[in-house]
């Protein structure tokens, strides 16, 4: 694969790469430093990529393999200490973020959105909500892995149009 080839082929994929990028950080910030760096890393290391092989596989691993290694420095900063004496750092995080009193009427105002839905897909997006995996909801409900990732999906879709006024608060 010739330079410009490479070059165009990871430029094609960068809004998929975003997209990706997106669903491991949820947040736009850090998804576009994390596609910069994928994108910086898949420049430098080039020569590294074998020909004839699935070359968004080789991008997507990258990212993925950046990602979790920030995760795991991150992790280990944050167990880190001061040196200091000062038993307060200890017990209150400065990471900590306690709820204004608007959070609290989203809160109430999501919660009224998510029981607004229909059982369909209520009762995946709220066991999904409850940390089971999409796996255990398939089998909980005797339903496809498809179907309910495509409800998990489009739930999160219809109540991102119905609180969109409290996203832009």
């Known amino acids: 694969m010739t330079q410009i080839q490479f070059n165009s082929t990871l430029l ?20 576009n430093d994390l596609l910069q760096e994928t ?3 898949a420049l430098m290391y080039r ?9 968004k596989a080789w991008i997507y691993t990258i990212m993925k393999n950046t ?12 167990n ?17 973020v306690y709820p204004s009193p608007d959070s609290f009427y989203s809160s109430k ?6 029981d607004a839905l229909e059982d369909e897909y209520r009762v995946p997006f709220t066991m999904f909500l409850d940390g089971f995996k999409y796996k255990e909801i398939a089998e909980e409900l005797n339903l496809p892995l498809g179907t309910v990732k495509s409800r998990i999906f489009f739930t999160r879709k219809k109540l991102e149009k119905s609180l ?6």
Request: charged residues 35%; glycine residues 2%; without cysteine.
């Open 39 to 41: 994108s910086l890393k």
């Open 109 to 114: 105002e999501i919660n009224k959105s998510i």
């Open 164 to 169: 969109r006024d409290y996203a832009n608060n």
């Open 80 to 96: 880190t200490f001061d040196g200091s004496n000062n038993d307060f750092h200890l017990k209150f995080s400065k990471d900590k």
């Open 67 to 78: 990602f979790i290694n920030d995760y795991r420095r991150n992790v280990k900063t944050k």
């Open 47 to 55: 020569e590294k990529f074998t020909r004839n092989t699935n070359f």
């Open 12 to 31: 094609g994929l960068q809004d998929k790469l975003l997209y990706y990028a997106l669903s491991l950080t949820s947040d736009k910030e850090r998804a």
